[in-house]
């Protein structure tokens, strides 16, 4: 698989980014934990791989899901019906990976010609661009309904033994599809890899291989944030090699357009992958 990524150093107080770029995740455990244990889940939303924390609530929520080697159970119960929580306790009985996805409802959202274009251009997503100008209305605001699809992995380790990282047998919960319209999903696992290892994901939309997407992995470090930039293959594959341990998350954006709804032109679909990434397997 060709590595084919592009690194960059955003420092966060210097470059303008578009309005409408945000992004939204799952924040990674990066602490070792047993079976037994509650893996304590938030929502961040923002810039550079940190930002605010955003609670779950019933109303934002169209799926949130735990996913483990011997099944899948639906969290929403988890949830208090009239107010928000800033995080989720997650009961994690069994060890192995646990994957947790959380799927939003649509929001909507117009933007200015010049902002949304320069959003579509950060994104890799120009070719909505050249269909605008192509259409004869690049000079009218973008008009979205836009979804999040979210996904993050955690390593539980057995009850008896060494609480570390290292006691965790692999299995292939990483690579569950989960039925997200939009889905990153690992080729091998990040929960397994170490520093230096080539980490290979695939993008589906629709359930099928999506090409030419632009991929992200988000790092941040002492005050920066690491960008690493990836374009998916003809089989919707692509690759990074991750030099640091600790929190990562992988991102990609895409959008199609919309013609059965009064006021929206586009469907916009986010979705990313968070973990985290140890110093050795």
Same mark, same amino acid.
């Not at 969290?75 to 989720?88: E, G, H, K, M």
């Not at 599809?177 to 994901?201: H, W």
């Not at 690493?228 to 990562?248: C, E, N, Q, V």
């Given at each position: !698989?060709?590595?084919?990524?592009?690194?960059?150093?955003? @420092?966060?107080?210097?470059?303008?980014?578009? $309005?409408?770029?945000?992004?939204?995740?799952?924040?990674?455990?990066?602490?070792?934990?047993?079976?037994?244990?509650?893996?304590?889940?938030? $929502?961040?939303?923002?810039?550079? @791989?940190?930002?605010?924390?955003?609670?779950?609530?019933?109303?934002?929520?169209?799926?949130?899901?735990?996913?483990?080697?011997?099944?899948?159970?639906?969290?929403?119960?988890?949830?208090?019906?009239?107010? #928000?929580?800033?995080?989720?306790?997650?009961?994690?009985?069994?060890?192995?990976?646990? !994957?947790? %996805?959380?799927?939003?409802?649509?929001?909507?959202? #117009?933007? #200015?010609?010049?902002?949304?274009?320069?959003?579509?251009?950060?994104?890799?997503?120009?070719?909505?661009?050249?269909?605008?100008?192509?259409?004869? %209305?690049?000079?009218?605001?973008?008009?979205?309904?836009?979804?999040?699809?979210?996904?993050? $992995?955690?390593?539980?380790?057995?009850?008896?033994?060494?609480?570390?990282?290292?006691?965790?047998?692999?299995?292939?919960?990483?690579?569950?599809?989960?039925?997200?319209?939009?889905? %990153?999903?690992? %080729?091998?696992?990040?929960?397994?890899?170490?520093?230096?290892?080539?980490?290979?994901?695939?993008?589906?939309?629709?359930?099928?291989?999506?090409?030419?997407?632009?991929?992200?992995?988000?790092?941040?470090?002492?005050?920066?944030?690491?960008?690493?930039?990836?374009?998916?293959?003809?089989?919707?594959?692509?690759?990074?090699? $991750?030099?640091?341990?600790?929190?990562? !998350?992988?991102?990609?954006?895409? !959008?199609?357009?919309?013609?059965?709804?009064?006021?929206?032109?586009?469907?916009?679909?986010?979705?990313?992958?968070? @973990?985290?990434?140890?110093? #050795?397997?």
């Amino acid at each position: !698989m060709p590595l084919r990524s592009v690194i960059l150093l955003v @420092f966060a107080l210097c470059i303008a980014m578009p $309005l409408r770029a945000h992004e939204f995740w799952l924040t990674p455990v990066t602490v070792p934990l047993v079976a037994g244990d509650n893996a304590r889940l938030t $929502l961040r939303v923002g810039e550079y @791989f940190e930002g605010d924390l955003l609670g779950f609530s019933v109303p934002q929520t169209l799926d949130l899901r735990q996913y483990t080697a011997s099944g899948n159970v639906d969290l929403r119960a988890l949830l208090p019906q009239d107010t #928000s929580v800033p995080a989720l306790l997650v009961p994690l009985s069994t060890p192995g990976t646990h !994957m947790v %996805i959380f799927n939003s409802h649509p929001s909507t959202i #117009s933007l #200015s010609a010049d902002t949304f274009h320069a959003y579509l251009h950060d994104e890799g997503l120009d070719f909505i661009k050249a269909q605008r100008e192509a259409a004869g %209305i690049a000079g009218t605001p973008g008009r979205e309904r836009y979804r999040r699809f979210v996904k993050t $992995l955690i390593r539980v380790a057995p009850k008896t033994g060494a609480v570390s990282f290292q006691a965790i047998k692999p299995d292939t919960t990483y690579s569950t599809l989960t039925g997200q319209r939009l889905e %990153i999903v690992p %080729i091998n696992s990040p929960t397994t890899m170490s520093v230096g290892d080539v980490l290979g994901v695939r993008v589906v939309f629709d359930g099928k291989p999506l090409k030419d997407a632009l991929l992200k992995a988000w790092h941040r470090r002492g005050g920066q944030t690491l960008i690493i930039r990836a374009k998916t293959a003809a089989d919707g594959s692509a690759a990074f090699d $991750l030099p640091y341990a600790g929190p990562w !998350m992988i991102s990609v954006v895409h !959008m199609v357009p919309v013609f059965d709804v009064k006021n929206i032109d586009w469907d916009s679909l986010w979705s990313n992958l968070s @973990f985290n990434l140890v110093n #050795s397997p």
